[in-house]
């Protein structure tokens, strides 16, 4: 079956330690995006990619990185940086061209210990 | 820039109830136009699309015409049930050059009773 998995569902992370959450698609899709969403709240754009060895800051990017070595692949790095990252984590790609809706994975909910 | 713009919640109804969430939109170019929903603990589904100006996008009971005129894309629905209870995003693409960018409302939260 086609479709988009990230890993793990659930991360506990000490204060001060990196975590990379995992984002992988089989979709064959260019486009790949990551939010971030808050209780209660709506989702926020980390980073996206529209096409491998490219990727582009979203409105939350500071405190994070990507990385997208392969068309199936854009994992998300929460650095030491990133002074508030407990949320939900939401990985999705899309299929180039407007008229396309985006997949979603079923989220990391990442908690800081 | 573009912006997504959903009516706060939660919307509270009764089983059988009509339902309507309003969504409008501001967009540079012509969007497509999407409703997703999330259950409690996942990711979002998408529920119904609508790319050009009066389609109505429909799944499961839920539809939504797509506005031009208004900007519009309210989601609607003629009898709700229980496990209707959800998070539903209005959301728009654009075109941004060579690629499209997903841009979401904040969300409305469902709850359904018996």
């Known amino acids: 079956d086609g479709g988009i998995t990230q890993s793990p569902k659930y991360l506990f992370r000490k204060e001060g330690q990196n975590v990379t959450l995992s984002c992988e698609q089989n979709l064959n899709h260019d486009a790949m995006y990551w939010y971030r969403q808050d209780p209660g709240q709506g989702l926020r754009l980390i980073y996206y990619s529209q096409i491998v060895n490219d990727f582009q800051k979203g409105d939350i990017a500071e405190g994070y990185s990507v990385s997208r070595e392969k068309k199936e692949s854009f994992p998300l790095t929460v650095t030491s940086a990133q002074k508030n990252p407990t949320a939900f984590y939401l990985c999705a790609s899309q299929r180039q061209g407007v008229r396309s809706e985006a997949f979603f994975g079923q989220g990391t909910r990442l908690t800081v210990v | ?114």
Not at chain 2, 41 to 53: F, P, R
Not at chain 2, 77 to 105: E, I, M, P, R, W
């Open chain 2, 1 to 114: 820039g573009n912006s997504v713009t959903q009516m706060e919640g939660p919307v509270t109804l009764s089983e059988e109830a009509f339902l309507t969430i309003n969504c409008t939109y501001t967009a540079t170019g012509y969007p497509s136009l999407f409703w997703y929903v999330q259950y409690p603990g996942e990711g979002l589904q998408l529920l119904l699309k609508a790319t050009k100006a009066d389609d109505k996008g429909s799944n499961k009971g839920f539809e939504a015409t797509y506005r031009k005129e208004t900007t519009s894309f309210h989601l609607e629905k003629g009898s709700v049930q229980v496990s209707d209870s959800a998070v539903y995003f209005c959301a728009l693409s654009v075109n941004t050059g060579t690629a499209s960018k997903l841009t979401f409302g904040t969300g409305t939260r469902l709850q359904v009773t018996l």
